[in-house]
């Protein structure tokens, strides 16, 4: 099992920047990948970001490349996201992913990550 909370959520404006964290804790030694993904309302569930865990090579949406950063501290199993030059089409709640014990081989669909936290809700206002 492994347990995901996110923090650092919020409000800003147009073109501000916010952090979002991801504690990991648990059988955090067996994910194999660690993502983010986000959900306006009435959407989908969308993929933002993903990083590997063996090598740390990052993958990202076209919608958030160039503006938004996926990294991960292994020291104590936190998963980042910084964001920049935030957009209105940003807001939506943001959730942390986890695939573990198993390989996501699509790495934007949610259902090849088996652990997700509760959300945090981002919204940017113009």
């Known amino acids: 099992q492994v347990q995901l909370v996110e923090s650092g959520g919020g409000s800003v404006q147009t073109g501000g920047s916010l952090r979002l964290s991801c504690a990991a804790s648990?059988?955090?030694?067996?994910?194999?990948?660690m993502g983010w993904f986000r959900q306006a309302p009435e959407k989908e569930r969308e993929w933002v970001a993903t990083i590997y865990t063996h090598d740390g090579r990052t993958f990202y949406a076209d919608s958030v490349k160039g503006r938004f950063t996926i990294s991960r501290d292994n020291a104590d199993h936190t998963l980042f996201l910084e964001m920049s030059s935030l957009k209105p089409e940003d807001t939506a709640i943001y959730y942390c992913?986890?695939?573990?014990?198993?390989?996501?081989?699509?790495?934007?669909?949610?259902?090849?990550?088996?652990?997700w936290g509760r959300g945090t809700q981002v919204t940017v206002s113009s």
């Open positions: 992913a986890a695939a573990a014990g198993r390989w996501p081989y699509s790495l934007f669909d949610p259902a090849q990550y088996n652990y």
């Open positions: 648990g059988a955090t030694s067996s994910t194999t990948a």
